[in-house]
């Protein structure tokens, strides 16, 4: 790591100190999709579609802190789910580019909203924030995670048998950092429990256990109304 990105990752914290905890948060888009079907990210979904078979970013969420150095305005248009008047970001075309395929709702100025609630408590410029993001959630989308929610497409798995698959891409224990998310029993979402990821840190290194109850079973539904 170079003593930029090294100056990024550790001494930019906003005036509330920097998280040391995060919660990154995954989702399933065809579950999503089941009551938001008018959204024109899911109006486009179809089944050989990127986020059709791999987890899509929601969001990475510093702990206990929103809205960092934001204005009334912008906090304003935020809760009014007025996304599409929030400034636009500083995002180089790579990122761009890949915010577009592994964040569907990109559609709908997820992103803008997801800077502006919880980018803006990170410490880090947009790109750098999205970046991290994007490399953690590849980690997954590349994994064994991936591979049983892809083979079961239609079919419910357990608990169990995600945190098992956790484990074995990255390491024992790693599922004790997995909280299952459900919405009439269909996988909503998975919200992965990890201290204040740097750049370039492996998903494996940066995860801690989380707490609350998760669902215990889902359906791995597949991309349709």
């Known amino acids: 790591m170079s003593k930029t990105e090294e100056n990024k990752t550790v001494t930019s914290c906003p005036d509330e100190g920097c998280a040391e905890k995060y919660l990154f948060a995954i989702s399933w888009q065809p579950s999503f999709c089941q009551t938001m079907q008018y959204r024109p990210e899911c109006i486009s979904q179809t089944a050989d579609r990127y986020d059709a078979t791999n987890f899509t ?25 007025e ?10 075309r790579e990122t761009t580019s890949e915010l577009a395929k592994v964040m569907p709702s990109k559609q709908s100025y997820l992103h803008r909203h997801e800077w502006i609630k919880h980018g803006t408590c990170d410490g880090r410029d947009e790109d750098t924030y999205y970046d991290i993001a994007l490399d953690l959630l590849n980690e997954v989308n590349t994994s064994e995670v991936q591979d049983l929610f892809e083979a079961n497409i239609g079919k419910r798995i357990t608990q169990s048998q995600i945190e098992t698959a956790f484990d ?3 390491g ?3 599922g004790e950092s ?8 269909l996988i909503s979402e998975l919200q992965i429990k990890m201290r204040r990821p740097l750049v370039g840190e492996k998903l494996a290194d940066v995860l801690v256990p989380t707490s ?8 791995v539904d597949a991309a349709g109304f």
């Open 168 to 170: 074995n891409s990255f």
């Open 57 to 81: 970013l929601h969001g990475l969420w510093p702990d206990r802190l929103d809205y960092c150095g934001v204005s009334y305005e912008d906090i304003n248009d935020d809760k009014q789910r």
């Open 212 to 219: 609350g109850r998760s669902c215990d079973s889902v359906i």
């Open 178 to 185: 997995v909280k299952i998310r459900c919405k009439n029993g």
């Open 83 to 92: 996304w599409d008047d929030l400034p636009p970001l500083n995002l180089d």
């Open 172 to 174: 024992e224990g790693a």
